[in-house]
C-alpha cells in the first residue's frame, strides 16, 4: 500500500489481523507512534502503533529507526514491544526469531526513518536517520527472511521537497521492494 499520512497503516493493519490472527508487524519509523492520545485524538499518525498493538497484542512489534517519542511511548515500548532505536541494529537476529519467521508479517515503512539530509520530502522529519541503501536493505531482508503478506510505504509529502529528490528516492525504494517481493504459493 502506497499512503500518505502513517495513520493509513491501521486499517490495513487490522484487514491483515483479521485474516491473520498470528500477524507480527516490523515498523521502520523515526517516531514510536506509540501515543495513546494526540492532540485529543485516538486515531493519528502518532497513535498508529498503539492501535497496532491492540490489534497483535505484545511482543509482535518489532520497531527500527526510532529516534523521537515522548518517555511515556518509551515506557510502553519497554513492556510491550521490541524497540531498537536509531538503526536497524539487531535486524537479522531479530527476523529469525519465531515470533517473525513462524508467522505472517506486515512491514510499515514510515520513510521519515531516512535521514532529512538524504529525505526532506517528508511532514515530520527528525535528524539522525538512515540513509536510502540502509533501509533498502533491511526492507529487503525483512522480505527475504520472513513471511510478508502486506507492506506500506507511508509520509511522503512532496510539497515538503520542491526539488523532487524525495520523490524520485521514494519511487527507487518502491521499484527494489517490487523486484524483491516472493509471491507464496
Same mark, same amino acid.
Given at each position: 500500500m502506497l499512503g500518505g499520512e502513517h495513520l493509513v497503516t491501521y486499517g490495513a493493519a487490522r484487514a491483515a489481523s483479521r485474516a491473520f490472527p498470528e500477524l507480527s508487524i516490523v515498523h521502520f519509523d523515526a517516531h514510536a507512534d506509540l501515543r495513546d492520545e494526540y492532540?485529543?485524538?485516538?486515531?493519528?499518525?502518532?497513535?498508529?502503533?498503539? !492501535?497496532?498493538? =491492540? /490489534?497483535? +497484542?505484545?511482543? %509482535?512489534?518489532?520497531?527500527?529507526?526510532i529516534r523521537s517519542g515522548d518517555r511515556e511511548e518509551f515506557e510502553f515500548a519497554k513492556a510491550h514491544t521490541r524497540m531498537r532505536r536509531f538503526s536497524f541494529d539487531g535486524l537479522g537476529e531479530t527476523l529469525a526469531l519465531p515470533a517473525l519467521a513462524d508467522r505472517p508479517v506486515y512491514l510499515t515503512i514510515d520513510l521519515d526513518v531516512l535521514d532529512p539530509g538524504e529525505f526532506p520530502g517528508t511532514g515530520t522529519p527528525e535528524a539522525g536517520g538512515? !540513509?536510502?541503501? =540502509? /533501509?533498502? +536493505?533491511?526492507? %529487503?531482508?525483512?522480505?527475504?527472511e520472513c513471511r510478508v503478506i502486506g507492506l506500506d510505504l507511508v509520509e511522503l509529502s512532496p510539497p515538503c521537497d520542491p526539488s523532487g529528490a524525495s520523490t524520485s528516492l521514494v519511487c527507487k525504494l518502491l521499484r527494489e521492494l517490487l523486484l524483491r517481493i516472493r509471491i507464496s504459493e
Open positions: 492532540l485529543g485524538e485516538r486515531l493519528s499518525h502518532a497513535t498508529v502503533m498503539r !492501535r497496532c498493538w =491492540e /490489534l497483535t +497484542g505484545d511482543g %509482535s512489534i518489532f520497531q527500527f529507526g538512515v !540513509r536510502f541503501l =540502509e /533501509l533498502l +536493505g533491511a526492507a %529487503s531482508a525483512v522480505l527475504r
